[in-house]
């Protein structure tokens, strides 16, 4: 996560996210499934954005700093639907993880010296 203070830029490659696969309903930003419990309040919170970019997805132009205070203080309340509908993908994207890392873990154990 960067934050640009002089033009209130904020850039925040994976905890946050617009892209259909991380919001829920009408939010405009989402928080990872993994942190709706415990949204990054801390880190986050206190920040206004003029702007929002983000590793997945379209970036915030407009009234990014509510968009960001309606994700966090409204993740946990969300976390049910947001689990039912971004279980499967998640799943999915762990099962890619793992075999991504046993693939590479099986061709390192393979090379000879």
């Known amino acids: 996560m960067a934050y640009r203070e002089e033009d209130g830029t904020l850039i925040v490659p994976d905890l946050l996210a617009s892209g259909p696969g991380y919001t829920v309903g009408e939010e405009r930003i989402g928080v990872v499934l993994s942190h709706r419990l415990f ?8 920040l206004e ?4 970019l983000f590793g997945h997805g379209s970036g915030v132009f407009e009234d990014a700093s509510a968009a960001l205070d309606d994700a966090l ?9 947001a689990l039912v509908s971004q279980f499967g ?5 762990l099962l890619g993880a793992m075999k991504d890392w046993i693939d590479q873990a099986s061709a390192r154990s393979r090379i000879s010296f």
């Open 89 to 93: 993908t998640n799943v999915r994207l």
């Open 73 to 81: 203080d409204n993740a946990r309340k969300r976390f049910p639907r």
């Open 39 to 46: 949204p990054p309040q801390d880190a986050l919170g206190e």
């Open 49 to 52: 954005p003029e702007r929002i």
